[in-house]
């Protein structure tokens, strides 16, 4: 089991990047696929990116490719989510996510990101 402890939203402008963070512990981390979800006010929780257990595949969702750059850093037990061109329409709470054999069973306490126009 692998516990994580997102952190680096806030708020900024359009445009402006930002960087999130997801700290793990768990004995496990360096071999799990990692990801990370974001839930807009009112909506449904959706995929944002994932990298495998190397780094050496990520997988973003459409709306954010091209902007976000998902990294890890296995020595550091740590995943990062790297939000550059930030829209309105991406102001959520962050989650990231680790992948067990049952999907993704390991969550994150949140972070606010919310960019103004």
């Known amino acids: 089991q692998v516990q994580l402890v997102a952190s680096g939203g806030g708020l900024v402008q359009a445009g402006d990047s930002l960087r999130l963070s997801c700290a793990a512990s768990?004995?496990?981390?360096?071999?799990?696929?990692l990801g990370w979800f974001r839930q807009a006010p009112g909506k449904a929780r959706e995929f944002v990116a994932s990298i495998s257990a190397s780094g050496g595949s990520t997988r973003y969702a459409e709306t954010v490719k091209g902007r976000f750059t998902i990294s890890r850093d296995n020595a550091k037990n740590t995943v990062y989510l790297q939000m550059n061109s930030l829209k309105p329409e991406d102001t959520a709470v962050y989650y990231c996510?680790?992948?067990?054999?049952?999907?993704?069973?390991?969550w994150g306490q949140g972070t606010q990101v919310t960019v103004s126009s």
């Open positions: 996510a680790a992948m067990s054999a049952l999907g993704w069973t390991s």
């Open positions: 768990g004995r496990t981390f360096s071999s799990t696929l």
